[in-house]
């Protein structure tokens, strides 16, 4: 059973909304004090962070895409989704949702330590 | 936000080789770096947390160090399985931020 796991491959046309939903087993979004995450990769590039939520409702998000991500999580359903809007081809990457849990003696590292299997979004008409 | 830079961007190396990667951040970031290992076509898998901190299961092999702005990770022999990218990423200020990447093959 994969800890995270994402849905299969999404093409989305220009302008349109992306959305996405990690599915989390094997635990709960509540627990741990974790954040959840997406990161997503475009070919040949490093990962880029999106942003993050608690299971509370708190969160960060990259200042060049805040006004169009969103980042929201589902309790009931233990999943955490992403909405990205107005996309263009700048888009396109494998989108993956990670758990950022707190490390060390005094918890003060955070660090993505579970990693979905990644999704393929294409952005073209 | 904080640039990481990492260098080199390749490297060869040979089986038992010690193998040096450098990252460096653009501000003070004291030691809230990690460090992660991507496959081909796989996720980024940790390494590293607190620069220094070897995450549970990783080989012994791998070794984190610096503070500040200057990071670097050690592999003391290179093993067959570590082919893959290595990627720095900064945890200290948001957003966080990854380096460019280390491309690791074999010679």
């Known amino acids: 059973q994969v800890p995270l796991q994402e849905p299969d491959p999404r093409l989305v046309k220009p302008s349109q909304t992306l959305s996405l939903t990690c599915s989390v087993s094997?635990?709960?979004?509540?627990?741990?004090?974790?954040?959840w995450s997406w990161i997503r990769q475009s070919a040949g590039q490093g990962p880029e962070w999106m942003g993050r939520?608690?299971?509370?409702?708190?969160?960060n998000y990259s200042p060049s895409l805040k006004s169009r991500v969103t980042i929201s999580v589902d309790t009931s359903m233990n999943t955490f989704s992403l909405s990205l809007k107005s996309v263009t081809a700048a888009d396109t990457a494998v989108y993956y949702c990670?758990?950022?849990?707190?490390?060390?003696?005094?918890?003060?590292?955070?660090?993505?330590?579970?990693w979905g299997q990644g999704t393929m979004v294409t952005v073209s008409s | 936000a904080i640039q990481m830079t990492q260098f080199p961007s390749s490297l060869s190396a040979s089986v038992g080789d010690r193998v040096t990667i450098t990252c460096r951040a653009s501000q003070d970031i004291r030691n809230q770096l990690g460090w992660y290992q991507q496959k081909p076509g796989k996720a980024p898998r940790l390494l590293v947390y607190g620069a220094s901190t070897l995450e549970s299961g990783v080989p012994s092999r791998f070794r984190g160090g610096g503070s500040g702005t200057d990071f670097t990770l050690i592999i003391s022999s290179l093993h067959p399985d570590d082919l893959a990218t290595y990627y720095c990423?900064?945890?200290?200020?948001?957003?966080?931020?990854f380096g460019q990447g280390t491309k690791l093959d074999f010679k």
């Open positions: 990670a758990r950022d849990s707190p490390h060390g003696d005094s918890r003060s590292y955070d660090a993505l330590d579970m």
């Open positions: 094997g635990g709960s979004v509540s627990g741990g004090g974790y954040y």
């Open positions: 939520i608690s299971a509370t409702g708190n969160s």
């Open positions: 990423l900064q945890d200290y200020n948001f957003p966080w931020t």
